[in-house]
């Protein structure tokens, strides 16, 4: 079965960029998506179609696909940003989820 | 603007079913533009998808729960079901019900309800 793999944590300083990673075999060649989840919150959507933000997201989000990797960029991070952030696919008519990156923000 | 509410038991004893509900308000389970999806997370980690329905009731589920699982529809209440047969404290998470948006080849979830917990538990 097809897997994605995310580091477990990333840090940042409030107002510089953070970037999280998402790995997985030619994932460049699928969509890739992120979705924010706060605790105790259900996932947000924040990137869809590797670069396409909502309605709604700050554009401080960004999102790029190439190659095995797709990244989740957050520019000029704030404290609100702090969060889980997972990655999705689709692959054979199934959706896969990243394990999942815990941002700290501090 | 569409929402979506889950809804059913939060103690289920081992060994028996789990039956869960979404209700979408605010659009339809009949559109042919989305899937309809259960997704779960045990505490302190990630999320799992349980497997998902089409508005014609074609699923696809996760091969791990495969054998345990149904999910269906019933366009006359604009609602969604989920069973889970079997179950272990290992099926204790928060249920998530969830709308799949396929766009140009990507499938996404656009819109979530507020998620239940479900404790398996004698």
């Known amino acids: 079965s097809y897997e994605l793999t995310q580091p477990p944590s990333v840090s940042v300083s409030p107002g510089q960029t953070a970037s999280i990673t998402c790995s997985g075999d030619k994932l460049g060649d699928k969509y890739a998506c992120w979705y924010q989840q706060k605790p105790g919150q259900s996932p947000v959507l924040v990137i869809y179609?590797?670069?396409k933000r909502p309605s709604g997201i700050p554009e401080r989000f960004s999102g790029s696909n190439s190659g095995n990797t797709a990244t989740l960029t957050i520019s000029g991070t704030h404290a609100m940003d702090e969060a889980d952030y997972y990655c999705q696919a689709w692959d054979s008519s199934s959706v896969v989820f990243g394990g999942g990156t815990k941002l700290t923000v501090l | 603007q569409v929402q979506l509410q889950e809804s059913g038991p939060g103690l289920v004893k081992p060994s028996e079913t789990l039956s869960l509900t979404c209700t979408v308000s605010g659009g339809s389970v009949s559109s042919n533009t989305y899937y309809w999806t259960w997704i779960r997370q045990p505490p302190g980690k990630g999320l799992e998808c349980i497997g998902y329905i089409s508005y014609s009731g074609s699923t696809n589920y996760n091969p791990s729960l495969k054998s345990r699982v149904a999910i269906s529809v019933d366009t006359s209440k604009n609602q969604f079901s989920l069973n889970l047969s079997s179950v272990t404290a290992a099926d204790t998470a928060v249920y998530y019900c969830?709308?799949?948006?396929?766009?140009?080849?990507?499938?996404?979830?656009?819109?979530w309800g507020i998620g239940t917990t479900v404790t398996v538990s004698s």
């Open positions: 179609q590797d670069t």
């Open positions: 969830a709308r799949v948006l396929s766009n140009y080849g990507d499938y996404y979830m656009d819109v």
